[in-house]
Every structure is written in structure tokens, then in C-alpha cells.
């Protein structure tokens, strides 16, 4: 819990000590500032903000309402309900106390949704959507390149060709990796048009991200596609590694709830930090200085893929 207490006296000190004695929040900062409040909160570090406003003493002990904001990080949802629950019944029963008193009830409970007052869904999902379909498309097309060419004995023509092995991707990658972009300016432009999701970051950020993460879903593809002997096994070989993919990417649930082994195998996902990416882009309009860390997990995950799809296709020409 971080606390902004801009009241100071001795009964806002009695809230905060009541609700670190119930055992469940401990005190982690304290500002006058409700800006650090926000700051704590978006950077992780506390769960829960507490702000107590001037002449709270005044109305507590009056007949009148003594107004507090409580602030709840809904990343986790589990996490924030069970906050929410804990921080209401601790509230509720000093006013209860003060009720059986004598005096009128004194605090009022009022609840709203900061982050999406009408809680759509859809400026969190659709974003995360992009990184899906991208990943779908590229996984789909370029598993079934190579293997085609082996059903219908091209293959071999391919391997006394003067074309490297190198060369080779490049022509089977690239018409992939620009329908993977074009797909990526066609759910932008239904995302922002048709469904009023807000594109509050760079779309240049954006673009290099995503030839990042086209790299690295074109090189999953051909590595399916170079171990699979025919098309039906490399349609099947696609989703086998496009479900995990999708159930560990932070699309459907948020990753700080999964198991912590789950955390770690998450970290060579490159949807999840694709899904980052485009979330904190198009919601925040964040920048290369915060994001720096997924664009360097993209292009390194996008680098060894390909290079191990080039890797594994050599031999198969060899």
C-alpha cells in the first residue's frame, strides 16, 4: 500500500494503522505528492494507493461523509479483487464501529473504474489481437513452403540450383513477411477506425516492432516446415506450436498469474513481448525507453529463428 495522507492527523494515522494491523497491507511509500501514488501503482510497486484528503478528522468525527480514494492495480485481476475485498471490509468496520457509537455513518463507499470507466474490453484485447493474427498468418504460410516443394519433387530442382541456401529463404520469407505487414496496417486501421481503439504511441515503434516479430514467426514456420514430410503434418505441426504460443503470451490472462515456470518459459514467447509492445504503444504511447527491453527480445528471438530455420534448411539441400 502507498500512502498519501494529505490530512495529517491523528485519526488519518488510526486508518492507515487499522488497516496495516488486519495483517494484509504493509506500507511500502509514503508522498504528499498523488502523482507518486500513480507512479507507484504503474511501476509495480504497490498493489493498493491511499489517499486521505484535508479535513478528513473534521468529517470523521462529524455527522457528515469522510471521503478517502483507494486506488487498485487491476493487472492482476485475482489480486485486486482480493485487495478490494480485504481494503471494503476493514473500512466497513471501523464505520460500523463508529455507527454503533452513536454517530452516523462516516464513510462513504463509492466504486468506479479508473482505467476503462465503462469496462470495454476491447481497447486491451484488440491490440493483443495484431500480435495473434501475425502470428497465425506466418506460422500458417511458411510451414507449408518447404514441404510443398518436397510433395511435388521441386525440392530436388531447388537443390542443384546455384541459389544458396540463404537465398532460398530470402524468397521463401519474403513474400510472407509483407502480407504479415500488410495485415498488420489492415487490424491497425479496424482497430483505430472501426472500433475507436486509441494509437497513442509511435507507428513507427510500432512498424519496427513488427518486422521484428514477423522475423521470428517466419522462421518458426520454416523450421516446422523443414522437419514436417508432408502438409497435413505441417498444418498440424502450426497450431501444435500456436496454441502454447498463445496460451503463454499474456493475450488471455495476465503472465504475472501463472505458475513460475511458466513465467520463465514465456520469456522465449515473442508474442508476449509483441503483446507488450503493442498494448503499451497503443494505450500509453509509450517510448523505445521503456520498451527497449521487448524490442531486444524480438530481434534476438527474430535473428535465431531465421538463423536456425537457414541452419536446418541447408541440410535439408545439402
Known amino acids: 500500500m502507498f500512502?498519501?495522507?494529505?490530512?495529517?492527523?491523528?485519526?488519518?494515522?488510526?486508518?492507515?494503522?487499522?488497516?496495516?494491523?488486519?495483517?494484509?497491507?504493509?506500507?511500502?511509500?509514503?508522498?504528499?505528492?498523488?502523482?507518486?501514488?500513480?507512479?507507484?501503482?504503474?511501476?509495480?510497486?504497490?498493489?493498493?494507493?491511499?489517499?486521505?484528503?484535508?479535513?478528513?478528522?473534521?468529517?470523521w468525527l462529524g455527522d457528515g461523509g469522510a471521503p478517502i480514494q483507494v486506488l487498485i492495480d487491476g493487472t492482476n485481476s485475482n489480486t485486486a479483487a482480493v485487495a478490494q475485498g480485504y481494503i471494503t471490509r476493514i473500512i466497513e468496520g471501523r464505520a460500523a464501529g463508529r455507527a454503533l457509537a452513536g454517530a452516523a455513518l462516516p464513510v462513504d463507499l463509492r466504486e468506479r473504474a479508473w482505467y476503462s470507466p465503462e469496462l470495454s474490453s476491447r481497447n486491451y484485447n484488440v491490440p493483443a489481437v495484431v500480435g495473434t493474427l501475425i502470428m497465425l498468418v506466418c506460422l500458417l504460410l511458411t510451414s507449408l513452403a518447404i514441404v510443398r516443394e518436397r510433395e511435388i519433387?521441386?525440392?530436388?530442382?531447388?537443390?542443384?540450383?546455384?541459389?544458396?541456401?540463404?537465398?532460398?529463404?530470402?524468397?521463401?520469407?519474403?513474400?510472407?513477411?509483407?502480407?504479415?505487414?500488410?495485415?498488420?496496417?489492415?487490424?491497425?486501421?479496424?482497430?483505430?477506425?472501426?472500433?475507436?481503439?486509441?494509437?497513442?504511441?509511435?507507428?513507427?515503434?510500432?512498424?519496427?516492432?513488427?518486422?521484428?516479430?514477423?522475423?521470428?514467426?517466419?522462421?518458426?514456420?520454416?523450421?516446422?516446415?523443414?522437419?514436417?514430410?508432408?502438409?497435413?503434418?505441417?498444418?498440424?505441426?502450426?497450431?501444435?506450436?500456436?496454441?502454447?504460443?498463445?496460451?503463454?503470451?499474456?493475450?488471455?490472462f495476465p503472465v504475472s498469474s501463472m505458475p513460475g515456470i511458466f513465467q520463465d518459459l514465456t520469456i522465449l514467447n515473442p508474442v508476449r513481448h509483441y503483446i507488450e509492445i503493442v498494448r503499451a504503444i497503443f494505450l500509453k504511447g509509450t517510448g523505445l525507453d521503456v520498451l527497449w527491453p521487448q524490442f531486444l527480445a524480438l530481434l534476438l528471438l527474430g535473428t535465431a529463428l531465421l538463423t536456425l530455420a537457414t541452419l536446418r534448411f541447408r541440410r535439408e539441400i545439402a
Not at 39 to 53: C, K, S, T
Not at 161 to 172: D, F, N, R, Y
Open 153 to 252: 519433387g521441386t525440392l530436388e530442382q531447388l537443390k542443384v540450383s546455384p541459389l544458396t541456401a540463404g537465398e532460398l529463404i530470402v524468397g521463401k520469407t519474403l513474400p510472407f513477411g509483407i502480407i504479415g505487414m500488410g495485415d498488420l496496417v489492415l487490424v491497425t486501421t479496424v482497430a483505430v477506425l472501426w472500433f475507436g481503439v486509441p494509437l497513442r504511441g509511435s507507428l513507427l515503434l510500432l512498424f519496427l516492432a513488427s518486422v521484428s516479430f514477423v522475423m521470428a514467426g517466419l522462421g518458426m514456420g520454416l523450421l516446422i516446415s523443414t522437419v514436417s514430410k508432408t502438409q497435413q503434418e505441417a498444418f498440424m505441426g502450426t497450431f501444435l506450436v500456436f496454441m502454447p504460443v498463445l496460451l503463454l503470451s499474456g493475450f488471455m
Open 3 to 59: 500512502v498519501v495522507d494529505h490530512d495529517n492527523t491523528r485519526e488519518s494515522r488510526d486508518l492507515v494503522s487499522a488497516i496495516v494491523a488486519s495483517g494484509y497491507f504493509d506500507v511500502t511509500g509514503r508522498s504528499q505528492a498523488p502523482a507518486d501514488l500513480v507512479r507507484a501503482l504503474d511501476h509495480g510497486d504497490a498493489v493498493l494507493g491511499l489517499e486521505i484528503p484535508r479535513g478528513y478528522a473534521q468529517a
